[in-house]
């Protein structure tokens, strides 16, 4: 059975290089182009093994998506990294606050991802 990882981003650059670094370490990839088409996505099928989602996003940014995914029952424990460019201690608080697993800032590096990834695939397994 293949890992797979919902990665959620309004910028098209943003998802292919989270897209390659899963790949990297052997994770598929699904894509939403915002927090209402992942919570769309993750309403119905299979779940992904974890979400890849950026904070700044229009219509439904990363913050109500994540209080979204913890509300839901049927989504409540997915593993989350969080994506920002808001990386300040209060923004790391507030994303373990509403329940993200990692929090992972940007710009980001490949390694850096990768192992993020990895840990957060690994503690869930």
Do not use: Y
């Amino acid at each position: 059975m293949s890992l797979r990882a919902l990665v959620v981003d309004d910028a098209d650059d943003v998802r292919l290089l989270v897209r390659q670094v899963c790949r990297l370490v052997g994770v598929e990839t699904e894509e939403a182009p915002s927090g209402v088409a992942a919570l769309e996505r993750l309403a119905t099928g299979p779940l992904p093994d974890l979400v890849v989602l950026d904070v700044q996003m229009p219509e439904l940014d990363g913050w109500d998506t994540l209080a979204a995914i913890r509300r839901n029952e049927r989504t409540r424990t997915l593993p989350v990294i969080l994506c920002s460019v808001r990386s300040q201690p209060i923004d790391v608080e507030r994303a373990i606050a509403l329940g993200a697993s990692e929090v992972v800032p940007k710009p980001f590096g490949i390694e850096e991802l990768a192992a993020v990834v990895k840990q957060v695939i690994e503690r869930s397994a």
